[in-house]
């Protein structure tokens, strides 16, 4: 039997700037462009990227629930997903993060600084989406960002879905998409991946796989990237 990260649901796991810089090529995106984080979740780029000039907004039904409630759940997917981790240590390369230990401290750093912002904030950028409903204007966003969320739970959502999610994204973004990571949680490539890439109903949009600067799932270093316009 394949070796895999087992999720029964899906967990709040943070990541930070500094990691959505790596996996999605940022320094290719203008400060000015208007960003949105698809299921963002408690990631703190939102909060680093606006304090850094970035215009950003972040979309998430988990925005739904109070910062306590929130709170609460992150630090317990934190504590079982590191647990979880040490029997399959192999499946990850150790160079960004050089152990468990950090690993965890920079995902809890990542989630207590999402809770700072969300309080501040929880009005503003912050928005309750459920993908794919949600209530943003066609073209209202100049790039779009999906980060492990699509093809990562290829075992937990059927490709009609990632179709859907993509299709409403593409309404919402005038510039492109960019999709990290494209290796699903056995360490391998989403089948999905081929079958989105020779979609039909796709024809009209420039689709490639781009290498970038981070790994941690090994061979998980690839970011898909759809071309609008």
Request: hydrophobic content about 35%; glycine content about 4%; charged content about 35%.
């Amino acid at each position: 039997m394949d070796k895999k990260l087992e999720l029964e649901d899906f967990v709040l796991i943070g990541r930070t700037f500094e990691e959505y810089y790596r996996m999605f090529h940022l320094e290719s995106i203008d400060k000015n462009e208007k960003i949105l984080d698809v299921a963002s979740g408690v990631s703190s780029f939102c909060s680093e990227a606006n304090a850094k000039g970035y215009n950003v907004t972040a979309a998430d039904r988990v925005y739904r629930f109070n910062p306590e409630e929130i709170e609460e759940k992150c630090s317990k997917d934190l504590k079982e997903t590191m647990e979880k981790l040490t029997s399959i240590k192999a499946l990850y390369k150790w160079d960004f993060f050089k152990d468990i230990e950090q690993l965890k401290n920079h995902r809890e750093r990542a989630y207590r600084g999402f809770i700072k912002d969300f309080k501040l904030y929880r009005d503003d950028r912050y928005i309750i989406s459920e993908f794919p409903s949600n209530n943003f204007k066609e073209n209202q966003f100049d790039v779009s960002l999906i980060s492990h969320f699509l093809f990562l739970y290829d075992e937990h959502m059927n490709y009609e879905f990632h179709k859907q999610i993509i299709n409403e994204v593409i309404r919402i973004t005038r510039k492109e998409i960019r999709i990290f990571p494209i290796a699903n949680l056995k360490a391998q490539r989403s089948p999905f991946i081929e079958k989105f890439m020779g979609d039909k109903a796709f024809n009209n949009y420039e689709i490639n796989i781009v290498k970038v600067n981070y790994e941690f799932i090994k061979g998980g270093n690839e970011m898909l990237v759809v071309k609008i316009k």
